[in-house]
């Protein structure tokens, strides 16, 4: 209710004019016509297939142009044709209140217009998920664009006698302010014209507040708009009062006043076009708001940034409800960048030669779709590609990576994007990566870093090791003249003053003395290190060839610097030929791999000669089998580095051959080095209640015979960890709704032995499930149906996954290196001397680590498992859309161990696209008449209440009437 009673009496006078003459009802008919007809027909709501109510107010604001003029054209002409107007100017009320009666009048019957569209988003959200957020904002924002343009139409009907003349100058001015934003004019001038005449524009901010953000600069324009013309509207009529001979200071404050009134609403917008973070996103899972993970890699930027999406207009009708929502998404990058990113939306079918330069230069390629309907057929080669430019580097996004196909119960499929934010920001943060490694290492290294390398005195070193020394010395130096003082070197004689620095560092770090080779009795160091204030990284050599020396010591100092590609080291087991002709070449991992190479290098290592590539910054093992000392040694090494290890790995894994799946028992190699850190795993599969359905193989006997056949059951074994069982707090798991993990077995931290280590669990299954030493894991089917599988023995929560960090005591302390030379077996340890010199002349160096930093982290998944292709293909084809859970896992724990929160903190499995079932034409013709007819019942609705009111009003008067008798 409005709080002062002119102004009420006012607005009632006016809304029972507006009903009493066929304005009002003109006016909300022809609203209601339009905006179904523009709704269905002219946006086509049907064939875009999208749950929103965007066809809407894709034309509103033209729309409300006419019919705002319309409506306001005769408030003040009418009144001053007949005369009424002297009587209002001189009536002892402040003119505010009659042009604010006037302006809430206006905006009722537009608010009452506005409810009679709502059926359509209540139509929508029947038919499909429909997103609430922008529909209230899109409603919010044709009542501030309404209001903008009545208070224009008040202004010029307050400046004429003729109700023509102020339609006309009511619409000119409004479709001014309209046209000034709208890409028309705003392409005729360059980014920054275009940016300040689209500020100004009605139209482009609007567009702006229907996708669902609220921005405050968008609300403080429409409500400057109509304070500045309510304004001028107050200021024109008061003016009508005054007499020449009047007072002048008088006059002067006026004109004062209103002008203050417009500079500082002109000034208050200036000041708030700098304010772009006060906005509210309000989308179904906040579509539409930048992370801080991306303003960080945004404000890495140092040259402007190109991000293009090649969309083509003609393309599949699954495709196209998505290209707006991915336009929608890239601007908000835009907005994001702050000046140092630039958005480009082209049609290669409009742009031919952009189109040569994405085929030739880019690779981008158009993807070719049959596109059907009840009349014809056709082959449509389309774009729904993206280009992340940056300098000299560049990465691609295409169909595969932006977009996530679900079949559907039917035949339907329901195509999807699939995390946009996530791909984009992968895909700036690659370009970025790969422009800064084809620059200088040093300019992303903030912190000073020193060499220190720990070499004993010549005398004590072998001769290749001391030419070793001084060739790297060489090198050293070259690097600190380029490194603009960020890098300095200097070698330590660990035996020196008495062998203190050889204690610090072999209880620090373990560094202990190293051999030239087994049978050399003369002990030296030559351990080199990178440090700064944080970290110590110890530089992996594979061999003493200072030709290689400057790419490990690039490795290492990659590690101190921001904005490079890590490297993972991924072991695997090789398919075994043998089995691969029956069938069973054994576990695959390609879905991980390329997981991996989204966002890291990748480097294949068998770990066979001992150690891993000295560019490794994280070891990932999968399915284990049988490792031979020389490999666990440089799993052991790896760690004892300060580098982190993860291990998918348990006592069991499955395997399928002829159709038939059978439990096999796995011997990792790693059993007893587990053990030495106080970790071990049950000999025993875990089954949980909670589970996940799997197509199992059973045998059903009828009447004597044996029939195999695939069924879809509850299997236990693949347990389904979620809720509690995920560790919400912690960011590997924090974002995961769901893991399926198959075939797994309770893992088991010994707490004393961990006593200085920290042990976060990860993964846990339900309070119910229990273990089984059975093999056994397919169900059998008889006359009495599926047999299944009941709880066994004690149940409760079994851990799955954990992570330990500390300081880690190596499992080879104490002996000798697994590289040295040994002797066959067999024979005596005493050779001739021939043989030793022999052996002597090939420099191999044998050292073990025996301690590691508080760096080291040993990540732990206890299934051989759920990492596999066959695996997480089942459980795909069971959704009816691809299964990330696993990758999405192992993608978090190698962020988090790499440090890098940004992609960590934005990966998330949300989708936003909303689309239609699939309507026949009757059923399409069925909502639509629908419509039609709830917006007349909605009219007959109105028609009835302003009878009753005027009816009510009528007796009130009556009565009036005969009291005053």
């Known amino acids: 209710m409005l709080p002062d009673a002119v102004i009420r009496r006012v607005a009632g006078k006016e809304m029972t004019l507006f009903f009493a003459s066929p304005v009002a009802w003109l006016f909300l008919g022809s609203f209601a016509a339009v905006s179904l007809f523009v709704f269905f027909w002219g946006e086509a709501f049907f064939a875009r297939n999208i749950a929103d109510v965007r066809p809407l107010f894709e034309w509103m604001p033209i729309l409300l142009i006419f019919l705002c003029s319309a409506l306001t054209m005769r408030m003040w002409s009418e009144e001053r044709r007949t005369g009424t107007l002297e009587y209002l100017l001189s009536l002892p009320v402040a003119l505010w209140r009659f042009v604010l009666g006037k ?110 953000i609220i921005d405050l600069r968008d609300l403080v324009y429409y409500l400057s708009l109509v304070a500045i013309f309510l304004s001028l509207n107050i200021y024109s009529l008061e003016q009508e009062r005054w007499s020449k001979l009047g007072r002048r200071d008088h006059h002067r404050q006026w004109r004062l006043a209103t002008a203050l009134l417009l500079v500082n609403a002109l000034v208050a917008n200036l000041w708030l076009s700098q304010l772009a ?33 090649y969309f083509s207009a003609k393309t599949h009708p699954l495709l196209a409800p998505l290209a707006p929502q991915l336009r929608d998404l890239m601007k908000e990058y835009e907005v994001a960048g702050d000046g140092r990113l630039r958005v480009e939306i082209i049609d290669p079918a409009e742009h031919p030669e952009l189109e040569q330069e994405a085929n030739q230069k880019y690779g981008i390629r158009a993807v ?98 001391e030419q070793y020394r001084q060739d ?36 620090e770090w373990g560094f202990n003395p190293m051999v030239a080779s087994l049978f050399a009795a003369q002990e030296f160091y030559f351990y080199l290190t ?29 590690r101190f610097a921001s904005g490079f590609t890590k490297t993972i080291a991924f072991a695997a087991p090789e398919p075994n030929p043998q089995l691969a002709q029956f069938g069973a070449a054994g576990p695959q991992f390609r879905n991980l791999e390329q997981t991996i190479t989204q966002e890291h290098s990748i480097r294949m290592e068998d770990l066979g000669d001992g150690s891993v590539t000295a560019q490794a910054d994280l070891l990932m093992v999968a399915a284990p089998e049988n490792l031979n000392e020389k490999q666990l040694f ?58 996940s359905a799997f197509p199992i193989p059973i045998t059903r006997q009828v009447g004597g015979f044996s029939f195999q056949e695939v069924a879809m059951v509850d299997y236990p074994y693949f347990v389904d960890v979620r809720g509690a069982g995920i560790n919400a707090t912690h960011p590997v798991t924090g974002n995961l709704p769901q893991v399926t993990v198959s075939w797994a077995s309770p893992l088991n931290i010994d707490s004393e032995s961990n006593a200085g280590r920290e042990v976060t669990e990860l993964l846990r299954s339900s309070a119910d499930s229990w273990t089984s030493d059975s093999m056994d894991i397919l169900p059998q089917a008889g006359a009495a149906g599926i047999s299944g599988w009941q709880p066994q023995g004690e149940t409760g929560s079994a851990l799955l996954g954990a992570i330990v960090s500390g300081r880690f005591d190596s499992w080879f302390s104490g002996k000798d290196s697994p590289l040295l030379a040994q002797l066959p077996e067999g024979e005596d340890a005493a050779v001739d001397e021939s043989a030793e010199a022999e052996t002597e002349d090939e420099l191999n160096v044998g050292s073990v680590i025996e301690r590691s930093p508080e760096s080291a982290r040993l990540v732990l998944l206890a299934s051989n498992d759920f990492l596999t292709d066959q695996i997480l293909r089942t459980i795909s084809s069971m959704s009816g859309s691809q299964y990330l859970g696993p990758l999405d896992l192992i993608a978090n724990t190698i962020d988090w161990s790499l440090e890098d929160s940004g992609l960590l903190s934005i990966r998330s499995n949300a989708h936003f696209n909303r689309t239609l079932p699939p309507l026949d034409k009757d059923e399409q013709l069925f909502w639509e008449y629908l419509n039609y007819g709830l917006a007349i019942g909605a009219l007959l609705i109105v028609a009835v209440w302003q009878r009753r009111r005027r009816a009510l009003r009528n007796t009130r008067y009556l009565q009036q009437l005969g009291e005053a008798a």
């Not at 023509?164 to 001014?176: E, M, R, Y």
């Not at 380029?482 to 003053?497: D, H, I, M, Q, W």
């Open 103 to 212: 302006f809430f009048a206006c905006l009722a019957l537009l608010s009452l217009a506005l409810l009679v569209t709502i059926m359509l988003p209540l139509t929508v959200s029947g038919l499909g998920n429909l997103d609430w957020g922008p529909v209230a904002a899109a409603y919010l924002a044709t009542l501030l664009l309404g209001s903008a343009y009545l208070a224009i139409g008040l202004f010029v009907s307050a400046r004429s006698d003729n109700p023509i003349v102020s339609l006309i100058g009511s619409v000119a001015i409004c479709g001014l302010f309209y046209l000034v934003g709208s890409s028309t004019v705003t392409s005729l001038f360059g980014n920054l014209g275009g940016e300040l005449l689209r500020s100004l524009g009605t139209g482009a901010r609007f567009d702006d507040i229907t996708r669902g």
């Open 277 to 309: 973070g006060a906005r509210l996103d309000v989308t179904g899972g906040r579509l539409y708001s930048i992370s801080t993970a991306t303003h960080q890699y945004l404000s890495r930027l140092q040259e402007p940034l190109l991000l293009r999406g």
């Open 368 to 465: 070719p779709f049959q596109v059907a309907d009840r009349y014809q057929a056709a082959l449509v080669n389309s774009y729904f590609n993206v280009l992340v430019e940056y300098g000299d580097s560049f990465q691609t996004l295409g169909f595969e990576d932006l977009i996530e196909v679900k079949a559907g119960a039917t035949s339907n499929l329901d195509v999807r994007l699939r995390n946009p934010e996530f791909n984009l920001t992968r895909a700036i943060k690659q370009a970025l990566y790969s422009y800064h490694a084809g620059g200088n290492l040093f300019d992303s290294i903030e912190e000073e870093v020193e060499f220190i390398g720990y070499v004993s005195a010549a005398s004590l070193l072998p001769e290749e090791l």
């Open 530 to 558: 990178l440090a700064d204030d944080s970290q110590v990284v110890q530089i992996a050599i594979e061999d003493f060839n200072s030709d290689n020396f400057q790419q490990a010591l690039d490795a290492s100092l990659k």
């Open 634 to 691: 440089a799993i052991d090494q790896f760690l004892m580095r300060g580098g982190t290890v993860v291990l998918a790995t348990a006592p069991f894994m499955s395997q399928s051959m002829g159709g038939s799946l059978s439990m096999q028992a796995r011997n990792s190699g790693l059993e007893e080095w587990l053990k030495f850190h106080g970790v071990s795993f049950e000999q025993s599969l875990l089954l949980d209640p909670q589970n």
């Open 472 to 507: 790297i010395t060489v090198k050293l130096q070259e690097v600190v003249n380029t490194s603009a003082g960020k890098f300095r070197f200097r070698f330590v004689e660990p035996e020196a003053n008495g062998g203190e620095v050889a204690r610090r560092i072999e209880e």
